[in-house]
Structure formats: C-alpha cells, structure tokens
C-alpha cells in the first residue's frame, strides 16, 4: 500500500510538471515546378521550394513559471528541401528564421533574439499571400545612394523587443530595438542586420542600429496597423562628399473579411536621404489585394506598385493564385504573375524558391508561374 502511494505521488508530479512546461517540432515542406522569365535574359525551368509557404523546422516550447508568468523560446530555420539542405548550403541547418528567447505575463511580453523587424509585421499581415510565392521583388536600394543590399528589411538580429498583451480590447503592437554591435574602429562592408555599404566606409558604434515600432486595431473583421522604423547610419560613403544616413520605414495597411471577399490595402515608403551631389532616394510601393473561399481553397488576387520618386524606373505588378486544402495539414496551389517595368528599371522576382532567372533588360517585363504542395507538421 505504501509503494503504492509512492507511485501515485510520483506519477502526480510528474503530470504536473508536464502541465507546466512543453516543447513542439513544428515545420513546414512546400515544393513545386516553376517558371520564371525575364526579357532580354531567357528562362528557368526548375523545382522549387517555399512557393506557398517557407519550408522550415522548428523547436519551440513554453514553462509556466506561476503567477500568470511564462518563459518560452523559439528555434526555427530555412530548409532548402530541394536539395535537401539548410537554408544555407555552405553552413548547413541554422536558425536565422528566428532564434529568440522571452517571458511573459499580464505585462505582455519580452522577446530577445533574431527575430522579424516590427516594419515587415504588416506586410505580411496585408499581402494576399503572406509574402511568400511572387509578391517579393528585388531592386531595392539599386539606386539607393551607396547602399549595395536594402535587404535587412524582414529580420533583424541582436534584438528588444516588447509586445503588448492581449487584454487591451483589440489594439496590439510592439516595439523593438535592435543592435547593430559595430565599434568606431571597424571598417568593413557587411553591416549587422543584412545591411551593406560602400566598401571603405567606416562604422561608428550605432551603425546598423534598428529601432522601430508597430501599432494596431482588430476587432471582428476589421484588421488596420501601422509602423514605422530606422536603421542607423544605413548609408555610408567616402571622399569628398563623405556622410551617413539613416534608412527609414513606414507603412500602413488594413483589411475587412467580408465572409464571401477579404479586401485588403497596403502603403510603404522606403527613405534615404541624400546629400551633397547623392539625390534622396524614395521609394513607395502600394498594393490592394483580395482574397476570396473558393469550393474546399481560397482565390487571391493582388496588383502593385513600385514608384521610386524623382525617377521614371517604376514597375507594376498582377498576380493571381488559388490554394486548394486537401485537408488541414496539405494543400496544393498554383500561382501566376506578371511583372512589367517602366523606364530603366529592371525588378524582377526574388529568386522563387531557389529558382532564380537573370534581370530582365532596362524597361523589361518578367512572367513567373509555379504549382506545388505544402504539407505542415
């Protein structure tokens, strides 16, 4: 009898501390066949992955710490499952999707770690696809005053990040700083948080600093938000007309789910200012989009545009996709988009999944398609 009360006492605790604590592998495997083309440089024919959403793995798990107090953490990473590899094929598996680690309450929560920039939150949010298929373009900063790579935009690492709860009647946010960790003494040309510069240009200890914010309301079908971010001494050039600048953010986006139609509308500006004989570079990119149920899928479509100020180098882009759900876990999709310049500008779709094409010929269009499956897990 007394082994036996030492059993059942044993196997409570261990209930409860299982009550306490969890950990999850999570992930998604999405593959397909696309086709990119691009005027004046061919096509590419190919598999990829992430067409419909990131190919990933996972770790993720939460411990009550009583009194309403959580901690958690967050592991995730890329897969290439093409190739069978990490998002990186020379590093292999990592964890640059997000790494962070947090605690939380009745407070909200704070979040240390890699992790998305408050300025990519509602470009996700607003986008009929969530950025993924081909709703990303490339030819940010191609004129952006010295800046050789725009692309810290998504993810910034070293960061703060504070989240309000959940209990303020609709409104959210965060906001979130992020440390460039450069001294005054270096000189290099990779800037922390995927920012590049003018080789030879020196840093000073704030370059590639983050700091940023994001605020909004949902309530029933009515989902609007906004941010606004900046990253230190973005823009570094040398000689006579030596300087730094700064690269800010700001959007603004809302969605109303209908029932039969989800409309949705997107605004954002990227801004650097110029100096001396280097022109202020402004770009402005829109995007109203919808979604729509369709039998046992959802119908989406989305037309953008890519408006850099003071220049006729401008672009529009049409898409269109459906996504039919076999089940909760899979689904297959198929997408289309086309991409047509204006002037001298070349954006073209960031490589899709590892498939890649050459930039289409100044004032050139580019025409992508890709069917595939997801499966999450």
């Known amino acids: 009898m007394k082994k036996?009360?030492?059993?059942?006492?044993?196997?409570?605790?261990?209930?409860?501390?299982?009550?306490?604590?969890?950990?999850?592998?999570?992930?998604?495997?999405?593959?397909?066949?696309?086709?990119?083309?691009?005027?004046?440089?061919?096509?590419?024919?190919?598999?990829?992955?992430?067409?419909?959403?990131?190919?990933r793995l996972g770790f993720r798990g939460t411990e009550d710490l009583g009194g309403g107090l959580a901690a958690s953490f967050w592991l995730e990473g890329a897969l290439n499952n093409d190739v069978g590899g990490g998002a990186s094929q020379t590093t292999g598996f990592d964890f640059q999707r997000r790494s962070?680690?947090?605690?939380s309450g009745t407070f909200g929560e704070i979040r240390l770690g890699r992790d998305f920039a408050a300025t990519y939150l509602p470009s996700i949010s607003y986008d009929v696809s969530g950025q993924r298929g081909f709703e990303q373009?490339?030819?940010?900063?191609?004129?952006?005053?010295?800046?050789?790579?725009?692309?810290?935009?998504?993810?910034?690492?070293?960061?703060?990040?504070y989240f309000l709860p959940a209990t303020l009647g609709g409104f959210y946010g965060n906001v979130q700083y992020a440390f460039g960790?450069?001294?005054?003494?270096?000189?290099?040309?990779?800037?922390a948080n995927g920012l590049s510069t003018t080789a030879g240009a020196a840093t000073t200890d704030k370059t590639g600093n983050f700091i940023g914010g994001r605020l909004?309301?949902?309530?029933?079908?009515?989902?609007?938000?906004?941010?606004?971010?900046?990253?230190?001494?973005?823009?570094?050039?040398?000689?006579?007309?030596?300087?730094?600048?700064?690269?800010?953010?700001?959007?603004?986006?809302?969605?109303?789910?209908?029932?039969?139609v989800k409309p949705m509308i997107f605004v954002q500006q990227d801004k650097i200012d110029g100096r001396?004989?280097?022109?202020?570079?402004?770009?402005?990119?829109?995007?109203?989009?919808?979604?729509?149920?369709?039998?046992?899928?959802?119908l989406r479509a989305q037309v953008s545009r890519y408006d850099v100020k003071n220049s006729n180098a401008d672009a529009n882009k049409f898409s269109?996709?459906?996504?039919?759900?076999?089940?909760?876990?899979?689904?297959?999709?198929?997408?289309?988009?086309?991409?047509?310049?204006?002037?001298?500008?070349?954006?073209?779709?960031?490589?899709?999944?590892?498939?890649?094409?050459?930039?289409?010929?100044?004032?050139?269009?580019?025409?992508?398609?890709?069917?595939?499956v997801k499966h999450s897990f």
Not at 6 to 20: E, K, R
């Open 216 to 260: 909004g309301y949902a309530n029933g079908p009515l989902d609007v938000s906004g941010s606004y971010g900046s990253f230190a001494d973005a823009v570094r050039t040398v000689g006579a007309a030596s300087y730094a600048e700064d690269y800010k953010i700001a959007n603004i986006g809302a969605s109303y789910d209908f029932g039969i």
């Open 320 to 372: 269109l996709g459906y996504v039919y759900n076999l089940s909760k876990r899979t689904a297959v999709y198929a997408d289309v988009a086309r991409l047509n310049n204006k002037g001298a500008a070349t954006y073209n779709f960031t490589g899709v999944g590892g498939l890649a094409n050459a930039n289409p010929t100044a004032g050139g269009n580019a025409t992508a398609f890709a069917v595939g």
């Open 4 to 55: 036996s009360l030492i059993a059942l006492a044993v196997l409570a605790a261990s209930g409860a501390a299982m009550a306490q604590s969890s950990v999850t592998l999570f992930g998604i495997i999405d593959a397909g066949v696309g086709y990119v083309k691009a005027d004046g440089a061919g096509h590419t024919t190919g598999l990829l992955n992430g067409g419909n959403g990131t190919s």
């Open 100 to 103: 962070t680690v947090s605690l």
């Open 276 to 298: 001396a004989t280097v022109a202020d570079y402004k770009l402005n990119t829109y995007a109203i989009g919808a979604t729509a149920p369709l039998g046992a899928g959802v």
């Open 137 to 161: 373009i490339e030819q940010y900063g191609a004129t952006g005053a010295g800046v050789t790579g725009l692309n810290g935009t998504t993810r910034v690492n070293n960061a703060i990040s």
């Open 181 to 191: 960790e450069r001294n005054s003494n270096t000189t290099a040309v990779t800037l």
